[in-house]
């Protein structure tokens, strides 16, 4: 099945499938076959890349997966996820939220009517005494973050899996221009993307691992956030490598002088959100026709106002029920594998429509989402329990930098044809080419 996979997103993508090697066992354990996802998203990138799939080495693709473990900022591991964020027990059944950013939650605690020194016992008892629905009714209403956990849905899994999973569409009608590099470079040889500009709008770990492989393999990639809206420094520096970092307000002239000399730009806010700044596909596709627009979503383009995260989509697609240790309390894949997978796709795809588009011209989308990904992995092989975890020393697959002064050790590519340039700090650049 893995194999199968693999070959029909080499299909969607156009690239042509090369003689395909004994699928390696990813250190992944769990239930559902997240080692498998993880070998096939990667592979797509290597030959997206050019990469010979023979030197993929399956734990050096799970360190990457599991690069939150193997992060060290001065020496110490950073606290990733906030004690507001888990699994918490209603009246009638299991809630997932994720409160990481501060403003999520602060609105956590006030759905909650909690005071903002509230503690972690204080929420759980709180969703002790609620029923489900109406508490994450009442989060969803102040900006806050929850969904229910809830057991797979095999009809609309099975509808999901009836769509791409990596939706490219071309529209032969629009103009386009010369690209800022004439022509990719040869595959062997030299990085695929050198020369190639690339808009980063994205957070959270699957846009960025998309636009840090962008980076990884040559591409010019300035990522630019919004004012007032810092990233965690430990979720930058796990996946910022290469990458340059800049605060642009959307509105600003410059931002579309910045579209105007791109070759392409990666979302992954909100769709209703980029509608709302005009950067949505129809926009932008009508004011910059040349660009390959790459999107990522976490419930799919038919909920645009959805906002979401890996964790939440495995509560609500039933992967953390299959994951469930007991067959009660909700369980978890080992790694942000809906994240990571989405990341390396996402990067394939730019990185050939970008080929695409310099022969065939037009304007080019592509988009994917957690969803969809949490879909194709619940129609792969399962077991009835997790395999046994297999030792893997992470260190083996470290990269080291140093960053403004500090010591910052992540996980090393997951191509091993490639070094990863450091991680630079969040907003120390100019919003410029």
């Known amino acids: 099945m893995t194999r199968t996979l693999l070959v029909r997103l080499l299909r969607e993508l156009g690239i042509p499938s090369p003689e395909l090697p004994p699928v390696p066992d990813?250190?992944?354990?769990?239930?559902?076959?997240?080692?498998?996802?993880?070998?096939?998203?990667?592979?797509?990138?290597?030959?997206?890349?050019?990469?010979?799939?023979?030197?993929?080495?399956?734990?050096?693709?799970?360190?990457?997966?599991?690069?939150?473990?193997?992060?060290?900022?001065?020496?110490?591991?950073?606290?990733?996820w906030s004690p507001l964020s888990g699994f918490w027990r209603t009246t009638d059944g299991w809630v997932r939220t994720h409160a990481n950013y501060p403003h999520h939650a602060q609105r956590l605690r006030t759905a909650l009517q909690l005071s903002p020194s509230a503690t972690a016992d204080d929420v759980s008892r709180a969703f002790a005494r609620s029923r489900r629905d109406e508490v994450i009714e009442r989060i969803a209403s102040l900006g806050g973050l929850a969904v229910p956990v809830l057991s797979e849905d095999r009809a609309a899994d099975t509808a999901l899996r009836a769509t791409p999973l990596l939706a490219v569409h071309h529209d032969a009608g629009t103009g386009s221009r010369t690209p800022s590099a004439a022509a990719r470079r040869p595959l062997h040889g030299g990085r695929p993307l050198e020369g190639r500009r690339v808009l980063d709008l994205t957070r959270v770990i699957a846009g960025p691992v998309a636009t840090r492989t962008l980076a990884l393999w040559g591409a010019d990639v300035l990522r630019i956030d919004p004012p007032g809206l810092a990233e965690p420094e430990w979720q930058h520096f796990d996946t910022g490598h290469g990458k340059r970092s800049a605060v642009l307000d959307?509105?600003?002239?410059?931002?579309?002088?910045?579209?105007?000399?791109?070759?392409?730009?990666?979302?992954?806010?909100?769709?209703?959100?980029?509608?709302?700044?005009?950067?949505?596909?129809p926009s932008l596709s009508e004011r910059h026709p040349h660009l390959v627009i790459a999107q990522l979503s976490a419930w799919g383009l038919d909920h645009p106002e959805r906002a979401g995260f890996d964790s939440l989509v495995q509560a609500e697609s039933g992967i953390a029920m299959v994951e469930s240790p007991d067959g009660d309390r909700p369980g978890a894949l080992p790694a942000q594998a809906l994240d990571h997978s989405a990341g390396y796709l996402l990067a394939a795809a730019v990185c050939t429509t970008l080929d695409r588009r310099d022969v065939q011209g037009g304007s080019w989308t592509v988009h994917t989402s957690l969803r969809r990904i949490a879909a194709e992995l619940l129609g792969m092989e399962r077991r009835t329990e997790a395999e046994p975890s297999t030792a893997s020393d992470l260190a083996a697959h470290a990269a080291h930098f140093a960053v403004n002064g500090r010591e910052v050790v992540t996980a090393a590519p997951a191509l091993p044809a490639y070094a990863f340039g450091a991680p630079r700090p969040f907003a120390g650049d100019a919003p410029s080419w």
């Open 250 to 281: 959307a509105h600003d002239p410059r931002f579309h002088e910045l579209l105007s000399n791109a070759d392409a730009i990666v979302l992954g806010y909100r769709p209703s959100s980029l509608a709302h700044l005009g950067l949505d596909i």
């Open 26 to 80: 990813v250190p992944l354990p769990s239930r559902l076959s997240t080692g498998s996802l993880a070998w096939t998203a990667v592979a797509v990138a290597a030959c997206a890349a050019g990469v010979d799939l023979r030197t993929l080495d399956p734990d050096r693709i799970a360190a990457a997966y599991r690069s939150d473990r193997l992060l060290r900022l001065d020496g110490s591991a950073p606290d990733v």
